[in-house]
């Protein structure tokens, strides 16, 4: 846990940690437990729902999930190789997918660094180009799908009481 912990401090929103209770504990024998253990006022998420399954016995337990939601790693330790795989992960967030026409890399590079209106303008004027319009009209569902998962982030954020995480998200 203090791992995971310093992790989500070091990577911020980069990283969405998520702690599952599973060992049955009521609501209030959890909450108390995370309070002595001074684990709350973090950003990381606490829920009682598993949102994947990780193999094996014993706790504690992760899943890293990959930007499009695939299990990456799993295990009782987080290893050099995981922090690796984050970072990975990261970065691939950052950048435009392989394949991207250079032409829209500019487009990508807005986007990462969350101009997403400029984003969608510069892949709107690549897409004036007939032999680049589908790859730009690809581009601009992917900008919306991605914003429309941060608006549903910070949403589920405030339905579940995170009001300063959801502000700043």
Known sequence: MPASIKLQREYGDDLAVIFVESQGASQEDAERFILRQKWM???AMW???RPVSVAGSGLPKHALLSADGRVISE???ISKKTRELIEDEIAKGKKAPEGTPKQLK?????????????????????????????????????FTR???SRIA?????????????????
Do not use: Q
């Open 41 to 43: 006022g973090t950003p």
């Open 47 to 49: 829920t009682s729902e």
């Open 75 to 77: 295990g009782r330790h």
């Open 106 to 142: 500019k487009a990508w590079s807005n986007f990462g660094k969350g101009k997403i209106a400029k984003a969608i303008t510069e892949a709107e004027k690549v897409g004036a180009k007939p032999e680049l319009a589908e790859d730009a009209a690809d581009t601009i569902r992917e």
């Open 146 to 148: 991605r914003t429309e």
């Open 153 to 169: 982030r910070a949403s589920w954020l405030l339905e579940n009481g995170y009001a300063l995480r959801a502000e700043d998200a």
